[in-house]
């Protein structure tokens, strides 16, 4: 059955890829973007199938605007992606107040904005589904890159919570968890300049890595997305990567290690008087 999809970002890596890839395949895509003469040649290929609109997710009116349109015009839309996102590569220290501004804007607040933009929507309609671009960085860090962690752990406890709000709509999410993958993320992400402070620490990351040492493919990463957006039951989460799944692993075992390692301090603060069980 042909389908509709609402997508920020897809001027280039995942977002234009699965623009692409759903085009071909027949189903109908509202494609946003900052620049929408960059999807010129797909709008003059596939014309009515393909709706696109400027939308910079840094900004809250023009997502409500967009997503109102795009809902008001296409009917149904089945699945909502939200893709738009970018990296800031260095030490807390380094980096400057705009570019933590600009990437909480982009990532996080954009992330949350549009999440709430579409709910009404896809609640009048019975439901749909919504694949949130999170990172395997929305569970385990590499020093070095805090800002943009920052942004993915706060998506990751905002769709935490949100999940179970909406399933009863029949509203399904995903945050989608991929490794390092071959798109030009690394490309683009800004670079603070370096402190000297800072240059002598190896677990710093700052090299910038080939695209033949990425393990991730781009169409398979995007090729699974469509596939989990089409599940009956989608998870609440899914990594895409054997680096992603091996570096998720073993941080997550790690924190239960010490979440156990905690337990006999954290047993000492309960109030005398209090008892579970009346506590909800
Ligand atoms: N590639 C990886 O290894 C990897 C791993 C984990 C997660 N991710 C996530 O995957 C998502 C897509 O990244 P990608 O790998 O496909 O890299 P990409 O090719 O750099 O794509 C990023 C997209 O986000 C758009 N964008 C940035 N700021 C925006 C804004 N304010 N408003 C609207 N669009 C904006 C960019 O548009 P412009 O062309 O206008 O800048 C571009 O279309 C991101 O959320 C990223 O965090 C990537």
Redesign the pocket.
């Known amino acids: 059955m042909i389908k509709t999809w609402f997508i920020?970002?897809?001027?280039?890596?995942?977002?234009?890829?699965l623009t692409e890839l759903l085009l071909e395949r027949g189903d109908r895509v509202a494609a946003?973007?900052?620049?929408p003469s960059?999807l010129d040649d797909l709008a003059a290929r596939y014309g009515d199938q393909l709706w696109v609109r400027a939308?910079?997710?840094?900004?809250t009116g023009q997502i409500r605007y967009v997503v109102d349109a795009a809902f008001a015009e296409l009917g149904r839309i089945d699945v909502v992606v939200?893709?738009?996102?970018?990296?800031v590569l260095g030490t807390a220290e380094e980096l400057s107040d705009a570019h933590i501004e600009?990437a909480i804007?982009?990532?996080l607040t954009?992330?949350i904005q549009l999440a709430r933009a579409v709910v009404p929507h896809l609640r009048a309609q019975g439901g749909g589904r919504i694949l949130q671009?999170?990172?395997?960085?929305?569970q385990m860090s590499f020093p070095g890159f805090s800002l943009?962690h920052a942004?993915?752990w706060g998506i990751e406890g905002f769709y935490d919570a949100f999940a179970p709000e909406v399933e009863p709509f029949g509203i399904h999410t995903t945050l989608?968890?991929?490794?390092?993958?071959?798109?030009?993320?690394?490309?683009?992400?800004v670079r603070e300049p370096e402190h000297p402070a800072y240059a002598d620490n190896p677990a710093i990351t700052r090299e910038d890595i080939p695209l033949q040492r990425?393990p991730?493919d781009?169409s398979k990463?995007v090729g699974a997305m469509i596939r989990i957006a089409e599940l009956e039951q989608p998870p609440r989460r899914q990594l895409?990567?054997s680096d992603?799944y091996t570096l998720v692993r073993d941080a997550l075992t790690q924190r239960l290690e010490a979440v156990e390692a905690q337990r006999e301090i954290a047993l000492t603060t309960d109030a005398d008087d209090f008892q579970p069980a009346a506590t909800r």
């Open positions: 920020t970002g897809t001027s280039s890596g995942f977002g234009r890829n946003t973007l900052r620049t960059r939308l910079d997710v840094t900004d939200s893709n738009a996102g970018a990296g600009g804007a982009t990532n954009g992330s671009l999170s990172s395997m960085g929305g943009y942004t993915k989608i968890e991929p490794g390092v993958i071959r798109t030009p993320f690394f490309a683009a992400a990425m991730g781009q990463v895409l990567g992603a």
